[in-house]
């Protein structure tokens, strides 16, 4: 007896590394305890909500015990969710995005999902730079889309915009980029974003269909050494940015999320295009984004000095976990490049070793890591820093001891 599709139970095969990693792990802890497994395959932030969150949760009972409190909402998300994320979202991206461009999702994932349900054709192609998130393949598969994965250069991640140019055709519709990346930590420069614009804009001369170009930001926040994301609203007109909470302000089980559409494509287009996601957003299925999420998100952010305090203290924390694995990557004789963002490191597999032989050989030493053939980019593995500082820095010599 089957009872589900051919499709899915091949995808169930192929099912995710990073769950396999991550199941390894919950059996590992057994045996070991959970301070002798160093599991870094999850990236899945460990620190505190920030204050304002908190707050608004414990005044929750009183805002909605009121008729229709927890009732069905506007399916682009309540209008004070929307002007809330549009100053949150304006002043991020140094762009005006009025509150009626924003599309309040389940999670970035739902607006991923909700874009290319408003966007694709079956058979239409989705752009992407590898390494890249491996659901990417499934959200655009949910719609028919085929994802094309271009390599970017090895080591350095950097886009490789020939390749990019090259893999365009017909079909594509999207391209999708994620900056800060997950799982290269690479941050894509403003010469990079103008680039990939130009080879946008060439590939669809003369025509009325064209090429989207989408900002998967949910790690937006997470840039080191001072340095920001450059944003791509000001270089593409047909541009949206998807982001998050569940990064930046440790909230990805809230699972609220949004779209930000360019008002720069022309106020016609724009509204065609908010228009079809907030369609799409209710027959997805979500119906709406979870409504006490958008009133915790709604908190956060009129009180935003505070969210971005709190923004910059875990901000600091991702940094010193960086610091003591790059100590450790470098005693271990491990090549890596330090990422610019991120809480990943996405170092190299030893020459002449597997990415997938090496992970193996990492669990043997209760290290945890995804391989990179997880992300469409074998040969290296990736470290999700989401751990106490201690616990990286026990993993030390189980590093050195993998080299051997
Ligand atoms: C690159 C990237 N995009 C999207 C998501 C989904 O994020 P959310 O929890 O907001 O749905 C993730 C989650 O890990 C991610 O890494």
Avoid at 246 to 263: D, F, H, T
Wanted: hydrophobic residues 45%.
């Amino acid at each position: 007896m089957q009872l589900v599709s051919d499709k899915i139970l091949e995808a169930q095969k192929g099912s995710s590394w990073i769950r396999r990693m991550f199941e390894a792990g919950i059996e590992l802890k057994k045996q070991y305890g959970a301070d002798n497994v160093y599991d870094f395959s999850l990236g899945s932030p460990d620190l505190n909500p920030p204050a304002a969150v908190i707050r608004t949760l414990q005044e929750l009972p009183a805002q909605v015990d009121v008729p229709a409190g927890l009732g069905y909402m506007p399916n682009a998300g309540y209008p004070a969710a929307r002007e809330a994320l549009a100053k949150w979202s304006s002043q991020e991206q140094g762009v005006e995005i009025p509150a009626s461009n924003i599309v309040i999702t389940v999670g970035a994932a739902g607006g991923l999902n909700c874009l290319f349900k408003a966007a694709l054709l079956p058979g239409d192609e989705v752009i992407c730079p590898a390494p890249y998130f491996v659901e990417y393949g499934a959200y655009c598969g949910n719609f028919g889309g085929v994802l094309k994965a271009v390599p970017s250069a090895p080591g350095t991640f950097k886009l490789n915009i020939e390749g990019i140019a090259a893999a365009i055709t017909d079909r594509t519709r999207v391209l999708l980029i994620n900056s800060p990346n997950n799982p290269a930590g690479v941050v894509y420069t403003v010469d990079e974003l103008k680039e990939l614009a130009q080879i946008l804009r060439d590939a669809r001369k003369g025509s009325d269909r064209p090429i989207i170009l989408v900002a998967d930001e949910p790690y937006r926040f997470l840039s080191f050494d001072g340095k920001t994301v450059p944003s791509v609203l000001p270089y593409y007109e047909y541009s949206v940015v998807c982001s998050s909470f569940s990064k930046n302000l440790g909230l990805a089980g809230e699972r609220v999320g949004y779209l930000a559409v360019n008002p720069a494509m022309g106020k016609d287009e724009a509204a065609q295009l908010v228009a079809g996601l907030i369609l799409t957003n209710r027959t997805i299925g979500y119906v709406n984004a979870p409504c006490i999420g958008q009133k915790l998100i709604i908190g956060a952010v009129a009180d935003m000095e505070n969210t971005l305090k709190m923004q910059n203290s875990q901000l600091a924390v991702y940094a010193e976990r960086r610091q003591v694995m790059a100590s450790i990557l470098n005693d271990a004789g491990i090549e890596f490049q330090m990422p610019a963002g991120t809480f990943y490191f996405f170092p190299k597999a030893p020459e002449g070793m597997g990415d997938v032989e090496f992970v193996a050989k990492l669990a043997e030493h209760r290290i945890l890591a995804v391989p990179g053939s997880g992300f469409g980019y074998a040969g290296y593995f990736r470290l999700a820093l989401c751990v106490d500082k201690a616990i990286i820095e026990r993993s030390r010599q189980g590093f050195i001891d993998a080299m051997k």
